[in-house]
């Protein structure tokens, strides 16, 4: 059926629909409805949005799409396919995930393709992963045997109408791809798609149900909870100019303190218009909820001690475990969720990676052993570069613990890992996992002696839905840099620190190592990993060494006090500088003092731990430069709609607009640390009050109204991106455990999930570029460089406000807990969904009031509108059966 007919048909059912639901005071639009037995989330992209259409690309497979004018367009950047290195067609792809047929149902397919040169092109219904049975192959009838598994002819600018039929011999679940690649596509051919459609002509079981949208709540706040002697805020969203009278209440619809909100007015970041209610005074432990004059109400939440965040503390540290690569993953060690599901084989037990001869490098060749550390993201891969901020970030939490007395929070026995009986802190154990890692990743021999490799990863991207352990891919080793090379010096001095009392034989270790590569690199000063090469792995490019060199000497500085590393300390442009605005690399104006790529701020925190070693003038010179950073922090909570130490910036390099960039929530958990430092160097309560709303904005006081830690919050985010945790994208695999931060609001929209929901860069507010999807790998992503942050400042919290409680994580907690008493005691929980209106209303509830005035209908009009109110309704039950809540 082509788009006319289909739009005809709409608007004849929609005129005898709206007849007769106007009969029983109800209305529906037109856009309401989909046909029968309809398995597709998209047809005919009349509203610009292409999921869950979308493009998926294998190296060096390169493709451009815009959704317009009703259509899909594809343009192929590279086709991909062996004579450009790549595999065949499928190098190129536009797919629909999600379906799932039934033995013996019928399917009537149809679509509509053009090219705009001569070309060939194939499309499936099959299997998504091995072993790719397919059930159908994009010819009208089966029996035409020889064109039956064959790639078809496009003539250029001819569109093709394609309509056929299958019986299903088999239930699976699968996918309708497009393989429009490899070597008969010419570069610059655009591929224009309409009219889809697969319908199953003998059931609707399956048909496509939308997701309900999330209605977020007028009143925003942390989801977790509040401590009692610091401050209390959550965002109103209102239009009013005036102050707007609000209630906290208890559990039990009580009153317990009153208050006026403050109109803040346009949220530039959100573009809301939002009040700022504090309700800071009251102190009292327990379940409240704010209900403001105007309507408004907030969900529940909790006021209480250091027990809260205890529990997320010590599930972000199991992500570290969860993440190993090298070890079989065993479910006792599995502290939250299914933990028979979580467990899993161990990835790469033997990590032994091919050498690449690139990047101008002609050194050392062959393999390495490079078994261990943990997984950087969502995939396979392991950077040194990231892997550094994320061991030192580690590493200072045990130092600060140090510095407070709370060290034995983290003492032998305190954590879920398999080293939790021998003797040494459990912290310190799940780091020196890492740390040994980076040893295997120096370079042994030749005039490269002491340098170390940049990073290991796959020979190509892999897709979702991938045990480490079934990873087919070639490994590959990238080559040493300045910058992998001081980031292993950095930390494995800051590591002889920590360990020279504990473990001294390793600890010699770390500083022989530290000193080795700190020598090499200054042998070696500019050897960079470029910014753009991101084929199977994460480029991690930089162009800058200096603020490493800096990093490494503060640290070697510190561990052996040599006057040496003083003097290139205080030689270096960064010297005691706290940056709030990041430069150079991928970063242009980064709202921020450190992240992986600008590491010199994490020397002046260590110098900060340790002023004794430091004379008056420069500790006060330190003191204030950590100040004034925090002083930014601390003045952009109060400037913003939503009380987060962030604001916008150039996305990158690449991509000149305003807005939140790649891993914003990192920066906001960074800045909180930095904000921490401020408080223990001054005493200054405003900075303590700023890490506490940097982490209120976190746990769902957002534009967002999404918690951004699973299993913590009654709306917290499911589907982080990973290859193991993607129960989103095949339901046998497990759900992400409890306790795991995601990347947030990224304004670049890099992924092609992302920007087939209709946004478009640059015309989104910043706040609100997300979506909890498995496949929005640019703001969904989780890596160990965000976890750290969260771990680092959910511990600092906790020890504030009671100090930790030592609970190895929710799984404790929770036993022998409903799931309802889970969520009210603040433990992780289960994302349980909160039934009342308030916490989410149900946007697609009709109506069942009748205000008669059958009799002047004539008959039948009457019979007509009677058969389409029923096929209405059983439609919405069926609809209310499956329905999801998310916010889109």
């Given at each position: 059926m082509t788009k006319n007919k289909i739009k005809k048909s709409l608007s004849?059912?929609?005129?005898?629909?709206?007849?007769?639901l106007s009969l029983v005071g109800m209305s529906i639009t037109p856009s309401t409805f989909v046909s029968a037995g309809q398995q597709l989330g998209q047809t005919d992209f009349e509203n610009g949005v292409g999921l869950p259409w979308h493009v998926c690309e294998s190296a060096p497979g390169k493709m451009e799409f815009e959704i317009s004018g009703g259509v899909y367009k594809i343009t192929i950047v590279n086709p991909g396919g062996a004579s450009k290195g790549g595999e065949d067609r499928w190098d190129c792809q536009f797919r629909h995930r999600g379906l799932t047929i039934v033995s013996g149902n019928t399917y009537k397919v149809s679509f509509e393709i053009t090219a705009s040169n001569d070309c060939t092109y194939y499309t499936k219904i099959g299997d998504m992963a091995e072993p790719f049975a397919e059930d159908w192959h994009g010819e009208p009838d089966p029996s035409q045997h020889e064109a039956f598994w064959n790639v078809q002819q496009l003539q250029a600018n001819q569109t093709k109408k394609v309509e056929g039929t299958f019986t299903a011999n088999r239930t699976a679940e699968v996918e309708w791809a497009f393989h429009i690649g490899g070597d008969t596509v010419s570069e610059g051919t655009v591929f224009t798609f309409d009219n889809m459609s697969l319908e199953c002509t003998t059931s609707d079981e399956y048909d496509y149900q939308p997701e309900e949208e999330w209605v977020r709540s007028d009143i925003l706040t942390n989801q977790l909870g509040y401590f009692p002697q610091m401050n209390k805020k959550a965002t109103l969203l209102s239009d009013s100019t005036s102050p707007v009278k609000f209630e906290l209440k208890d559990s039990g619809g009580r009153t317990v303190y009153e208050g006026e909100s403050e109109p803040k007015g346009l949220d530039a970041d959100s573009i809301d218009n939002v009040h700022e209610l504090d309700f800071s005074d009251y102190d009292q432990q327990g379940t409240y909820y704010i209900e403001a004059e105007d309507g408004a109400k907030s969900r529940e939440f909790q006021i209480g001690n250091g027990e809260m965040y205890s529990y997320m503390l010590y599930d972000s540290l199991n992500y570290f475990y969860q993440n190993r690569s090298g070890i079989d993953i065993e479910s006792q060690y599995i502290i939250s969720g299914d933990s028979s599901s979580l467990a899993?084989?161990?990835?790469?037990?033997?990590?032994?990676?091919?050498?690449?001869?690139?990047?101008?490098?002609?050194?050392?060749?062959?393999?390495?052993?490079?078994?261990?550390?943990?997984?950087?993201?969502?995939?396979?891969?392991?950077?040194?570069?990231?892997?550094?901020?994320?061991?030192?970030?580690?590493?200072?939490?045990?130092?600060?613990?140090?510095?407070?007395?709370?060290?034995?929070?983290?003492?032998?026995?305190?954590?879920?890992?398999?080293?939790?009986?021998?003797?040494?802190?459990?912290?310190?154990?799940?780091?020196?996992?890492?740390?040994?890692?980076?040893?295997?990743?120096?370079?042994?021999?030749?005039?490269?002696?002491?340098?170390?490799?940049?990073?290991?990863?796959?020979?190509?991207?892999?897709?979702?839905?991938?045990?480490?352990?079934?990873?087919?891919?070639?490994?590959?080793?990238?080559?040493?840099?300045?910058?992998?090379?001081?980031?292993?010096?950095?930390?494995?001095?800051?590591?002889?620190?920590?360990?020279?009392?504990?473990?001294?034989?390793?600890?010699?270790?770390?500083?022989?190592?530290?000193?080795?590569?700190?020598?090499?690199?200054?042998?070696?000063?500019?050897?960079?990993?470029?910014?753009?090469?991101?084929?199977?792995?994460?480029?991690?490019?930089?162009?800058?060494?200096?603020?490493?060199?800096?990093?490494?000497?503060?640290?070697?500085?510190?561990?052996?006090?040599?006057?040496?590393?003083?003097?290139?300390?205080?030689?270096?442009?960064?010297?005691?500088?706290?940056?709030?605005?990041?430069?150079?690399?991928?970063?242009?104006?980064?709202?921020?003092?450190?992240?992986?790529?600008?590491?010199?701020?994490?020397?002046?925190?260590?110098?900060?731990?340790?002023?004794?070693?430091?004379?008056?003038?420069?500790?006060?010179?330190?003191?204030?430069?950590?100040?004034?950073?925090?002083?930014?922090?601390?003045?952009?909570?109060?400037?913003?709609?939503?009380?987060?130490?962030?604001?916008?910036?150039?996305?990158?390099?690449?991509?000149?607009?305003?807005?939140?960039?790649?891993?914003?929530?990192?920066?906001?958990?960074?800045?909180?640390?930095?904000?921490?430092?401020?408080?223990?160097?001054?005493?200054?309560?405003?900075?303590?009050?700023?890490?506490?709303?940097?982490?209120?904005?976190?746990?769902?006081?957002?534009?967002?109204?999404?918690?951004?830690?699973?299993?913590?919050?009654?709306?917290?985010?499911?589907?982080?991106?990973?290859?193991?945790?993607?129960?989103?994208?095949?339901?046998?695999?497990?759900?992400?455990?409890?306790?795991?931060?995601?990347?947030?609001p990224n304004s670049g929209m890099q992924d092609p999930w992302v920007r087939g929901s209709g946004w478009k860069l640059g015309e989104r507010a910043p706040?609100?570029?997300?979506?909890?999807?498995?496949?929005?790998?640019?703001?969904?992503?989780?890596?160990?460089?965000?976890?750290?942050?969260?771990?680092?400042?959910?511990?600092?919290?906790?020890?504030?406000?009671?100090?930790?409680?030592?609970?190895?994580?929710?799984?404790?907690?929770?036993?022998?807990?409903?799931?309802?008493?889970?969520?009210?005691?603040?433990?992780?929980?289960?994302?349980?969904?909160?039934?009342?209106n308030d916490f989410g209303k149900k946007a697609d509830t009709l109506r069942s009031e009748s205000s008669g005035g059958w009799g002047l209908v004539p008959f039948f009009i009457a019979i007509t509108s009677a058969v389409l109110v029923i096929e209405c309704v059983i439609y919405f039950v069926k609809r209310s059966r499956k329905k999801k809540i998310s916010m889109k």
């Open positions: 004849l059912i929609a005129v005898s629909a709206a007849t007769a899993r084989a161990a990835g790469h037990p033997s990590d032994v990676a091919t050498i690449e001869q690139t990047w101008g490098y002609s050194g050392s060749s062959g393999t390495q052993d490079v078994t261990g550390g943990w997984y950087d993201a969502g995939d396979h891969g392991k950077y040194v570069v990231n892997g550094g901020i994320s061991l030192w970030t580690m590493q200072n939490q045990y130092e600060m613990a140090l510095k407070n007395g709370s060290e034995a929070v983290y003492a032998d026995g305190t954590m879920s890992i398999p080293e939790n009986a021998n003797g040494y802190p459990d912290l310190l154990d799940e780091a020196r996992y890492e740390m040994e890692w980076m040893f295997k990743m120096m370079v042994t021999s030749g005039d490269y002696a002491g340098m170390v490799y940049h990073k290991v990863h796959d020979a190509k991207w892999t897709a979702l839905a991938l045990a480490p352990a079934d990873d087919p891919e070639e490994r590959i080793i990238k080559p040493p840099t300045t910058a992998a090379t001081l980031n292993m010096a950095a930390c494995a001095a800051q590591a002889y620190r920590l360990w020279k009392d504990i473990d001294s034989q390793f600890a010699e270790q770390c500083l022989t190592n530290a000193k080795t590569a700190y020598e090499a690199a200054k042998k070696h000063p500019d050897m960079y990993a470029p910014l753009d090469e991101s084929v199977g792995g994460g480029p991690y490019g930089d162009d800058d060494a200096t603020d490493e060199f800096y990093w490494a000497a503060c640290e070697l500085f510190l561990a052996t006090g040599d006057l040496a590393y003083q003097k290139d300390i205080e030689s270096s442009p960064h010297y005691l500088k706290m940056e709030v605005k990041l430069s150079g690399g991928e970063d242009v104006d980064s709202s921020g003092s450190f992240n992986w790529a600008h590491v010199a701020a994490l020397g002046n925190l260590s110098m900060a731990l340790n002023t004794e070693k430091m004379g008056t003038q420069a500790k006060e010179q330190l003191t204030k430069s950590i100040s004034d950073a925090a002083d930014y922090y601390e003045e952009l909570t109060e400037k913003q709609g939503y009380g987060q130490p962030y604001e916008p910036g150039t996305i990158n390099y690449k991509i000149d607009k305003h807005g939140y960039i790649w891993g914003s929530n990192s920066f906001i958990m960074n800045n909180n640390i930095v904000m921490a430092y401020a408080y223990e160097l001054t005493g200054d309560d405003d900075y303590l009050d700023g890490v506490v709303s940097g982490m209120d904005y976190i746990l769902g006081r957002n534009p967002m109204d999404y918690s951004y830690v699973t299993g913590y919050g009654t709306h917290a985010v499911e589907n982080p991106h990973h290859r193991w945790w993607s129960y989103q994208a095949d339901s046998t695999f497990p759900k992400a455990p409890n306790g795991v931060l995601v990347g947030g706040a609100k570029c997300y979506m909890d999807n498995i496949e929005a790998w640019s703001v969904n992503e989780c890596t160990i460089n965000w976890n750290t942050p969260l771990a680092w400042v959910s511990a600092y919290l906790a020890d504030k406000n009671g100090g930790v409680i030592v609970t190895k994580g929710s799984s404790d907690a929770n036993a022998n807990k409903s799931d309802n008493e889970i969520v009210q005691n603040s433990a992780a929980g289960k994302n349980q969904q909160n039934s009342n």
